[in-house]
């Protein structure tokens, strides 16, 4: 075979060593030999296949590895692992991350290329519409814009996706990981569904885990499988930090992640040169507008009014759980509808907010109540919900209606919302929330640490911006706080000092 190979590179030798002695003595000369210069190439090549298919593979291989056939000039699937890796390296040459060669990464563009080429041409296309809106705000983090490979890689840039273990959305964020970032959830509304807000939840988390982290790799690691599995990866490694040496100690998910991420920014970045092209999905990401609505609305009532089709309606309205547009104080709602039917529901809107007759759904504003201190009870034993009602002047049925109650079945421990007035209740409010010192909440100590008790309503991320932006990992570490989502009202955090200089 290598005699064969000899052989067929001395047929070329005229050709080969034409271009050798332009490179050598003079580059620009290589430029004016004209475009049927490489087309010699296709032709001699090409003219190899009746006799031998392997022989032609290889001479391509060779040509293209002395870069003398450009990538795209042949089959996208016939490439060697010496063509990937210079093509990678250059990848890592323009980019923060370390996109760095090795068996595991080529196996899954290989993979990709092989099995999933259809589904990649159409992922391409989705990320014409959503890669804006991810860029945008990557760069507004200042983060890498490499990091919008990583919606590709979490939910496939599905906005409604739905993971076995509970993640939702385009970011694929847990309830408790999508609070702590100021994520809104509650029976009605998710924003995890919300393509902007998920979006600077996730730039605002990522940032959090390199800060933690130092690396890129890990930080994705992490974001995948948790900062705590790891931070046990690196001390079951012996304290090594390179991910691809405690790959073999995380989660299984975890240890193909990370590649997973490379070879999609790879592929994506190098689309054209394996035949990779754009294929339009079922529905157009293009023409779309949002509006900032003025009350409450139901999809039903908007179908009826717009002729819109309710799929459609609800595909570009995911974060509305129940068809439903609730109307909540000190929140902003918006619809989004295809450009073409949007002066039409402006057209009608007045009459849909003067009109909720028209729907099946009856919906106040105070029946989704967020709790506070002051509009909140905390059930404590004997009590029942006759008793709290008439205490807080109530009847049962609007109690039962602001908590979503099914059933008079009571757990001490529980709080409910009893009125949707925000002024205090001293008897209740007393005896329920934790009190606080008579000094200010955040007190130095002698370590330049400062306390801070949590109040009703505070994540890690409000309360990480109320002291100059610090990083949530920071937070967690300080307190013990690795595997905790919810914080109890009335816990006691240690805080760094902050010198004015490191403020925001």
């Not at 999933?116 to 814009?145: C, G, H, M, T, W």
């Not at 001490?412 to 209740?425: I, P």
Request: glycine residues 4%; neutral net charge.
């Amino acid at each position: 075979m290598k005699n064969l190979l000899i052989l067929y590179l001395l047929m070329l030798s005229p050709h080969l060593l034409a271009q050798n002695s332009a490179l050598v003595f003079n580059d620009n000369s290589f430029s004016n030999l004209g475009s049927g210069f490489l087309d010699t190439y296709k032709i001699s090549v090409s003219n190899l296949a009746p006799i031998d298919q392997n022989l032609q593979r290889e001479v391509k291989n060779l040509l293209l590895a002395k870069n003398l056939i450009p990538l795209d000039s042949f089959d996208s699937d016939n490439f060697s692992s010496l063509i990937l890796k210079e093509q990678l390296e250059k990848l890592d040459h323009s980019t923060p991350f370390k996109v760095l060669h090795n068996a595991t990464l080529e196996r899954f563009v290989r993979v990709y290329l092989r099995d999933r080429k259809a589904y990649l041409n159409k992922l391409i296309y989705k990320s014409i519409y959503y890669f804006p809106v991810f860029e945008e705000q990557l760069d507004a983090y200042d983060l890498p814009l490499e990091l919008k490979y990583l919606a590709v890689v979490e939910s496939a840039l599905n906005p409604v996706a739905i993971s076995p273990s509970g993640a939702k959305g385009l970011w694929q964020f847990m309830y408790g990981t999508g609070i702590e970032y100021d994520l809104y959830i509650d029976s009605y509304i998710d924003e995890r569904f919300d393509i902007m807000k998920s979006t600077q939840a996730a730039c605002a988390y990522l940032k959090d885990l390199y800060e933690s982290f130092g690396s890129w790799d890990l930080a994705l690691a992490a974001y995948n499988s948790g900062p705590g599995n790891v931070r046990k990866a690196i001390k079951r490694a012996g304290g090594e930090t390179n991910y691809w040496e405690i790959r073999q100690f995380l989660p299984r998910e975890t240890s193909s992640y990370v590649p997973a991420f490379y070879a999609t920014m790879y592929l994506f970045t190098h689309a054209e040169n394996h035949g990779l092209s754009p294929v339009k999905t079922e529905l157009s990401y293009f023409e779309t507008d949002t509006i900032q609505l003025k009350g409450s609305l139901t999809f039903k009532a908007i179908e009826k009014n717009t002729g819109i089709d309710m799929d459609v309606l609800r595909s570009f309205n995911p974060v509305y759980k129940k068809d439903l547009i609730p109307a909540l104080k000190d929140k902003t709602m918006s619809l989004t509808l295809p450009v073409t039917l949007m002066p039409r529901f402006i057209a009608s809107e007045k009459d849909l907010y003067n009109n909720l007759l028209h729907t099946e759904v009856t919906y106040t504003k105070s029946e989704v109540i967020p709790i506070t201190a002051f509009n909140s009870y905390l059930v404590t034993n004997g009590d029942n919900l006759n008793s709290i009602a008439k205490e807080h002047h109530i009847s049962m049925e609007q109690l039962k209606i602001w908590n979503g109650l099914d059933s008079n079945f009571l757990i001490s421990g529980q709080r409910l919302v009893v009125t949707d007035s925000k002024r205090q209740f001293s008897n209740k409010i007393k005896k329920s929330v934790p009190q606080e010192t008579k000094s200010p909440q955040a007190v130095q100590n002698k370590n330049q640490l400062v306390n801070y008790t949590v109040k009703y309503g505070d994540t890690l991320f409000k309360i990480s911006r109320k002291f100059g932006n610090i990083p949530i990992s920071e937070l967690r570490t300080l307190n013990d706080l690795d595997n905790v989502n919810y914080l109890k009202p009335g816990t006691r955090l240690k805080i760094k000092k902050r010198t004015p200089e490191h403020q925001s």
